[in-house]
């Protein structure tokens, strides 16, 4: 039996489209465009949900899936997540291509400015680079870094402080700083250096050291408090 789509289907459809293509105007991330998008192919189906006991069960909510075409570039976006009519979202997030999407165990100024490097990343590779320097400040502000006098202020010296506090691992200090110097080098010296392939790995990085710093540790916590530890951890 298939089932109707219609109540999401009204929701965020292209103004004025009288055919019978169905639209959804929403973000590109290959071309960096928020423009509508024709609907090829949707499916609902329903999944296992599970209480805090760890028992599964059927009939939750659904789950919608949309595959799109972007109709400025013609790349392919899919969207995935559970039934919107649920949350009120009223069209389910974006799953493909992969845009990592931060929660709440990120704090909001540096999601915020992450979201905004993520639009211009195709078409603006230079505002990229500053929005990432501009993240990595923000992580430094949420660690409580303050700016030292003089020459101590940049964000070498407070990365540095990150790194002799332990909130970054050597390795990672590498990347850390990797990431410091592509976004000066797009602020001081030849924002033109900067191209969209130079993007793709400091994309990678960053997600890196958030997923170190953020959301690796609230993962702890949440596992720790299912399996009821309350001990400190044991030093490996
Ligand atoms: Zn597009």
Same mark, same amino acid.
């Given at each position: 039996?298939?089932?109707?789509? @219609? ?42 949900? #599970? ?9 939750? !909510?659904?789950? #919608?899936? =949309? ?9 392919? &976006? =899919?969207?995935?997540? /559970?039934?919107?009519?649920? %949350?009120? +979202?009223?069209? !389910? ?5 992969? &845009? ?5 165990? &990120? ?25 990432? @320097? ?6 430094? %502000? %949420? ?12 964000? #070498? ?6 790194? +002799?506090?332990?909130? /970054? ?7 850390? %700083?990797?990431?410091?110097? =592509?976004?000066? *080098? ?7 250096? *900067? ?10 990085? =960053? ?30």
């Amino acid at each position: 039996m298939t089932r109707t789509l @219609r109540p999401i289907l009204t929701c965020g459809m292209a103004k004025g489209n009288t055919n019978s293509v169905r639209r959804h105007v929403g973000h590109c991330p290959t071309c960096g465009n928020t423009a509508p998008q024709r609907i090829v192919y949707s499916h609902r189906h329903g999944i296992t949900w #599970y209480d805090d006991q760890g028992r599964g069960a059927r009939g939750g !909510p659904d789950i #919608y899936s =949309f595959l799109c075409i972007c109709e400025t570039c013609d790349a392919p &976006v =899919f969207y995935q997540g /559970v039934d919107p009519n649920e %949350d009120g +979202s009223a069209w !389910p997030p974006l799953a493909y291509p992969a &845009v990592s999407e931060f929660g709440s165990e &990120v704090p909001r100024n540096v999601r915020k400015i992450y979201d905004e490097a993520v639009k211009c990343k195709s078409h603006s590779p230079m505002a990229y680079a500053l929005l990432i @320097r501009k993240a990595l400040e923000a992580i430094c %502000d %949420d660690r409580g870094i303050e700016k030292a006098a003089g020459k101590k202020s940049d964000l #070498y010296h407070r990365l540095q402080v990150l790194l +002799s506090r332990g909130d /970054v691992p050597p390795l990672l200090a590498g990347m850390t %700083d990797a990431l410091r110097e =592509f976004g000066n *080098i797009a602020a001081h010296e030849d924002p033109n250096a *900067i191209t969209v392939p130079m993007t793709w790995p400091v994309h990678e990085l =960053f997600i890196t050291i958030i997923e170190y710093i953020y959301i690796a540790p609230a993962r702890l916590a949440e596992l720790r408090q299912a399996l009821k530890l309350d001990r400190p951890l044991k030093k490996l």
